[in-house]
């Protein structure tokens, strides 16, 4: 077994970087679209709606919004420190593992590879869902039982795409891509024709009524937050990246002030074509912009949207499989999860079970709650990533970073993370919580005979040998990196 055999792992590990390296050179551009590009999914759809339910009034929403854009922003220029320093892909497990040590980064990996990732795809595949059945059911909303069928399908769908060729998912994402800007733009530019117009009531006595809990802040931040998700996404491939010193910063600089103005615009025309009751009432914000702005058009808006969600989902389908991938390098998950196919170098098992976790989830949660859920696992991961930043600044300034932060930039993104995981659990403490920490327990419980003692059960080898071919699979060597 590989996990006895740490040498031999670790060489594997130095081979693959050179293969990756060798294989694909991640220029600025490239790095500023990857970034944009897993950004922009379903949120800024979605989350509208919800972050105005829970603040309030549309002014105090945009503010929101906009607080929501600098903390990705803050996040990933600390990120893009941690970058410099630890030049290994695999994101926030690789940090934790190096700062922290091994016990953590098996957490990390083990709640990121059964719920984190899993989650994040259910959420987005819902929301694929909820525009692509929109013009079925007009003027009601479609009943749930259509919307996690048409979701689940489309995560068999991607499974599919992903487990049978690399090169087909990333020409799907680069399609789905274009579609999603466009679909921005054009809500963009209707919104500034409006206001052109001159209707401008929902912004009159703008602040009227806000919320101030600090539950209901820290909700709406979860929900606008989600919109953001991916501003990490490059540290995942920073062995890949052209010049990542230079490369990693630069490209945050630009992309994520660029989908911050994009979602402001996109919030202010929403707002601008419907009265916030309006926007409150809709099941699918674009939808109903689309049907008072377009009129006859209203269907390019279902359309466009669907293909970005679903380019999104490729996305995070495609991205999710690292992390899962590298943990069960370093030992921290089953040997099969690291295993690619013989014939078409996918990782199937990984994806497979990426897929079968997101089903599990889609059949028994909403879109709002399984992004609450996956925003408070990812916030207290993403606390600990910068206090390792933190430590690293402070206790070891002279190791070698060709990029600097200034330190308050990681503190504030601390003390938000802290904020983010506390709010909701002293405001309105939620079930949900308790069993996202019951599970992170059952981790530790896992952690010491699995990972520590290397005590596996013996039936364990024979199912692993059964899996592998079955499934016609092998473990990754440097050619099948």
């Known amino acids: 077994m590989k996990t006895t055999d740490p040498p031999h792992s670790s060489t594997d590990l130095s081979e693959g970087k050179e293969k990756l390296r060798l294989k694909q050179e991640v220029s600025l551009i490239s790095g500023v679209s990857l970034i944009a590009g897993t950004m922009i999914g379903s949120g800024i759809f979605m989350s509208p709606e ?49 700062i922290f040590g ?41 009943p749930q039982v259509v919307i996690k069928c048409t979701a689940a399908a489309c995560i068999l769908l991607l499974t599919i795409i992903n487990c049978l060729n690399v090169r087909l998912a990333t020409s799907v994402m680069n399609i789905f891509t274009a579609a999603k800007l466009l679909a921005l733009l054009v809500i963009v530019v209707g919104g500034l024709v409006l206001l052109a117009k001159g209707q401008t009531q929902s912004f009159q006595n703008g602040f009227q009524g806000t919320n101030v809990g600090i539950g209901a802040v820290g909700v709406a931040f979860y929900q606008g937050l989600w919109s953001y998700d991916g501003w990490n996404n ?144 990812a916030w207290l991961f993403y606390g600990m990533t910068i206090s390792g930043l933190l430590y690293l600044k402070i206790k070891k300034p002279e190791l070698p970073r060709s990029y600097k932060v200034p330190i308050i930039i990681p503190i504030i993104v601390l003390m938000a993370a802290v904020y983010l995981v506390l709010a909701p659990i002293i405001d309105q403490p939620q079930t949900e919580i308790l069993y996202i920490i019951l599970f992170i327990v059952s981790g530790i419980i896992l952690y010491f005979p699995l990972v520590h003692f290397k005590c596996h059960p013996r039936f364990l080898q024979s199912v692993t040998l059964h899996l592998q071919l079955f499934l016609e699979v092998a473990p990754t060597t440097k050619d099948a990196d």
């Open 50 to 98: 919800w972050v105005l339910h829970h603040m309030g009034n549309p002014a105090s929403s945009l503010l929101i919004w906009a607080a929501c854009g600098l903390l990705a922003m803050f996040g990933a220029l600390s990120y893009a420190e941690l970058g410099t320093i630890i030049k290994e892909s695999g994101g926030e497990y690789i940090y934790i593992l190096r």
């Open 102 to 142: 091994s016990f953590p980064a098996f957490l990390f990996a083990y709640t990121s590879v059964i719920l984190v990732r899993p989650a994040g795809l259910a959420a987005v595949c819902l929301s694929f869902a909820e525009y692509a059945v929109a013009p079925f059911y007009p003027g009601c909303s479609p």
């Open 234 to 377: 490059l540290n995942y491939v920073t062995e890949e990246l052209k010049k990542p010193e230079v490369t990693l910063p630069r490209a945050v600089m630009i992309a994520i002030p660029l989908v911050t103005c994009l979602y402001l615009l996109v919030n202010v025309s929403y707002l601008a074509a419907m009265t916030p009751s309006e926007l409150l009432s809709s099941g699918a914000v674009a939808v109903t912009w689309g049907d008072k702005v377009l009129g006859s058009w209203a269907w390019l808006i279902s359309l466009s949207v669907a293909l970005s969600t679903f380019g999104s989902s490729n996305g995070t389908f495609f991205s999710g499989g690292r992390v899962c991938y590298i943990a069960a390098r370093e030992g921290h998950m089953p040997d099969i999860l690291s295993m690619a196919h013989v014939r078409r170098l996918t990782p199937s098992p990984a994806l497979m079970f990426t897929s079968m976790m997101s089903l599990i989830m889609i059949i028994s949660g909403n879109f709002t709650s399984i992004v609450n859920f996956f925003s408070f696992i």
